[in-house]
């Protein structure tokens, strides 16, 4: 099992910024992809940035020039820098991570998700 805890969400004025963090532990042998996902109320779930185990990266075009992912694999971590925040980036916001296992599995996990804010 991997458990996945993110912290960073909260309230923020339009043109704001937050750091969202994402901690993965348990049975983990190595991480692949990681990924944060938002889902708006009422509104499907949708991709914000991924990155992938070599530093590759992808971005909607909605958060481009905006928000910045990275990893830091020593501690199975990872961050979305939230910059120039808008209003319409309001939504719960989910860590999403691709474990391999020591049987050489992959399994995609979820976190529990964090709020975030933006008033305009």
């Known amino acids: 099992q991997v458990q996945l805890v993110e912290s960073g969400g909260g309230l923020v004025q339009a043109g704001g910024s937050l750091r969202l963090s994402c901690a993965a532990s348990?049975?983990?042998?190595?991480?692949?992809?990681m990924a944060w996902y938002r889902q708006a109320p009422g509104k499907q779930r949708e991709l914000v940035a991924g990155i992938r185990s070599g530093g590759s990266t992808n971005y909607a075009v909605a958060v481009q020039g905006r928000f910045t992912i990275s990893r830091d694999n020593a501690k199975n971590m990872v961050y979305l820098q939230m910059n120039s925040l808008k209003p319409e980036d309001t939504g719960v916001y989910y860590c999403?991570?691709?474990?391999?296992?020591?049987?050489?599995?992959?399994?995609?996990?979820w976190g529990q998700g964090t709020q975030v804010t933006v008033s305009s």
């Open positions: 999403n991570v691709d474990v391999r296992d020591a049987y050489d599995r992959n399994w995609w996990y």
């Open positions: 348990g049975s983990i042998f190595s991480i692949n992809a």
